[in-house]
Structures are given as structure tokens and as C-alpha cells.
């Protein structure tokens, strides 16, 4: 199983968009078993997928099997390890608890499933804590999704050092892949930023243009952009990014 994080400390990029988009795209194009993390307690992924759960996360974080954990989804090759606001507390309690290897946690829970799935797919919040510490010492390749602009080259650069810091500490083997271009209007102002980017962050070739309303009209409706709109920009775009990171994977 190859697990891959997708992240970013600033909010309102995309990573969920982008996670729950490219799980689909995985099963249904590349005939993959996937696994979902959710890993921000806000849950959106799993409102995305429409999952009410007896158990999450924050379950798994504080002990649990995680085989108990999983949910499936109403597409029969992505499952989720969904997450609500009890993620928050669960944060606290791994903190506390100094009986255990706090940023293992994960990494340990997701080696007892990894024959049942291919790919997982871990969606971060905007923020780092311990779960997400936890997320990147369980990955094997970690993306930044970000946009094209000022901000967002902050946030990147910021995020690039917590990365290297975490590949010192916890994780040698953690692959920083690129940043993913998200929300990218085909404006000189864009293709500047896009330059201004390159010189020192490393880019992936796709970049997912802005397409008005309809990520959010699919999530609204609980399916896919692929579903939902198959023709438009943003499905185009991803499954470009799509053949990119697997050719490298």
C-alpha cells in the first residue's frame, strides 16, 4: 500500500476536493482499492462520502483496531477511516499520553490493513498537530496543494520545512512529491506567479484550473466531479495530475 498525504497549513485550497476527487479517479480509473483518511475534524471528506460513523479517527488514535474503524462507501473500492470533531480531544490525549510512541500511532495502525488496499489516501487539515504528525510519519509521499498566489507561496514554504523537519525526526524515508497548482486562472498574473514558483519550489506539470461552482455543486451532491461534470476543466485537469503521480509512484 502506498500512502500519500495531501496537505497544507493554509486553509481554502482544496485538499479535500482534491483527496476525495483523486480516490475516485483512482478506483475507477485505475481499478484500485483506495483508502480514505480523514484527518481533519471538521469531517468534510466524510461528508463528501455521506458516512455517519459509530467510530473514527480519533478512535483508532486513542487505541483502537482500525479494522473496526473503516467505513465503507457507496463506491465498493474506496473505504474511509472517517473523522468528526472527537479528533480534537483525541489530539489532546495522544499529547498526554507519554506510555506511548505518540507519532506512530498511525503508521503502526495502517501496517495491519496495508494487504487490503493499494493506495491511501491521508487528507490533513490546515493546521499541525499530533495527527498530523502522525499522518506524515505514516506516509511514503506527501503533496502540497496550494494556489497560485502570495499566500499560497508562503504557506508552501513553510510547509516545505515542517516536511524536512518531520523526514529528520520521524520519517527519512517520507518522499516530498511537488506541490499541486490548484485554482490556477490562465492570466498573465497567473502564469507570473507560476514562474515566481518555480525557481525554488518543485511544481508538478498539471495544475487544476479554476473552474466556478461545479467542485462544490458535486460535493453538495455527494459525488464526484467525474460524475458530476466528467467534461469540465477541473475533471480534465486532475486526471492529468492523475497519470503524473502515477507515473511516478
Given at each position: 500500500?502506498?500512502?500519500?498525504s ?106 495491519s ?29 506527501v ?107
Open positions: 500500500m502506498k500512502t500519500i495531501l496537505i497544507n497549513k493554509k486553509g481554502g485550497v482544496g485538499k479535500t476536493t482534491i483527496t476525495v476527487n483523486l480516490a475516485y479517479a483512482l478506483a475507477e480509473s485505475c481499478d484500485l482499492r483506495v483508502l480514505v483518511v480523514d484527518n481533519d475534524d471538521q469531517g468534510n471528506a466524510t461528508q463528501f462520502f455521506d458516512v455517519t460513523p459509530d467510530f473514527t479517527l480519533a478512535d483508532v488514535l486513542t487505541g483502537m483496531d482500525i479494522r473496526s474503524c473503516i467505513s465503507r462507501t457507496r463506491y465498493p473500492l474506496i473505504h474511509l477511516l472517517p473523522s468528526d470533531e472527537r479528533l480534537l480531544d483525541a489530539n489532546v490525549a495522544v499529547i498526554k499520553d507519554e506510555t506511548i510512541v505518540q507519532q506512530s500511532i498511525l503508521k503502526d495502525a495502517l501496517a490493513v496495508q494487504d487490503l488496499y493499494d493506495v491511501c489516501l491521508i487528507d490533513n487539515p490546515p493546521t499541525i498537530n499530533a495527527s498530523v504528525i502522525n499522518a506524515l510519519t505514516a506516509s511514503d509521499e503533496i502540497i496543494v496550494t494556489t497560485p498566489d502570495l499566500y499560497g507561496i508562503r504557506g508552501v514554504e513553510q510547509m516545505i520545512s515542517y516536511i524536512e523537519s518531520i523526514q529528520a525526526d520521524y520519517n527519512p524515508h517520507l518522499r516530498f512529491r511537488g506541490c499541486l497548482l490548484n485554482k490556477f486562472s490562465a492570466t498573465p498574473h497567473g502564469f507570473r506567479t507560476i514562474a515566481k514558483m518555480r525557481k525554488d519550489i518543485p511544481l508538478f506539470t498539471a495544475r487544476i484550473r479554476y473552474t466556478k461552482d461545479k467542485p462544490e455543486a458535486a460535493a453538495g451532491e455527494h459525488c464526484s466531479i467525474f460524475e458530476y461534470s466528467p467534461n469540465c476543466g477541473f475533471s480534465c485537469d486532475l486526471v492529468k495530475f492523475l497519470r503524473e503521480l502515477m507515473e511516478g509512484m
